[in-house]
């Protein structure tokens, strides 16, 4: 099963891509994981890309698609994988195409998960982050343990730098400019498939396993 997950910055894409990651038991890639990881090590890579997630801007294409194409040679990836976060921009969905092309690959199906822009500034302003295991929260809706401590693994969940409330916003802007377009792209080639974000992560899990088959 090959993936591709659009939607707004925190509209639960990345809740979701772990569930779909599981149940066919195939590789999440997220750019913004790898950006995190890469930022957190101090890498060169990370410093670049900080510059630009910090003020809720895209990393550059060159650095962006060059990741994901080596990431996607790895061969686990050869029985599928689930691209969260990626492409973001035309140009990036055109440079999967080729990528896949080599490959000889295809993707099955795009899914894109859509939220309100109100639904989103609340979700987002109330997200805390695990600082080791990166599981999400939310202070009201999904709070974590007492004394702001993850419930997986107890380490302190923190806010993340680019959920601050202007960031947020700039997030929006940029996600509706650039990544949007996404959406009549892949509707061109009769793969899209939308569903609605619903309030409760449960009920959205199963909209999407709906969506996906059943499963
Ligand atoms: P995410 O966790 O997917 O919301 O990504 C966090 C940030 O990483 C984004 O706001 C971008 O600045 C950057 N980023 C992630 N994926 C991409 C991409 N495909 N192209 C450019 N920038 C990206």
Not at 33 to 61: C, H, M, Q, W
Not at 95 to 111: P, R
Request: some cysteine.
């Amino acid at each position: 099963m090959k993936v591709v997950l659009l939607g707004a910055p925190g509209s639960g894409k990345g809740t979701q891509a772990v569930n779909i990651s599981e149940w066919y038991k195939i590789p999440h890639i997220s750019t913004g994981d790898i950006f995190r990881s890469n930022i957190k090590n101090g890498t060169e890579l990370g410093k670049k890309a900080k510059e630009y997630i910090d003020k809720g801007l895209l990393v550059p294409d060159e650095v962006t698609i060059d990741i994901v194409s080596d990431r996607l040679k790895q061969s686990d990836c050869e029985k599928g994988f689930i691209l969260d976060g990626f492409p973001r921009t035309v140009y990036q969905a055109e440079k999967l195409d080729e990528i896949l092309n080599e490959m000889g690959a295809t993707l099955d199906v795009v899914l894109n998960i859509e939220v309100p822009d109100s639904e989103i500034i609340t979700r987002m302003g109330g997200r805390r982050v695990c600082t080791k295991c990166g599981m999400s929260y939310h202070v009201v809706f999904n709070p974590p343990a007492e004394g702001n401590v993850c419930k997986n693994c107890g380490e302190v969940v923190i806010q993340r730098e680019d959920d601050r409330e202007e960031t947020v916003l700039q997030r929006l802007s940029t996600y509706h400019k650039q990544t949007e377009p996404l959406i009549e792209y892949y509707e061109k080639d009769n793969k899209l498939v939308t569903v609605e974000g619903q309030d409760n992560i449960d009920d959205t899990t199963s909209c999407v396993k709906k969506a996906l088959g059943g499963m």
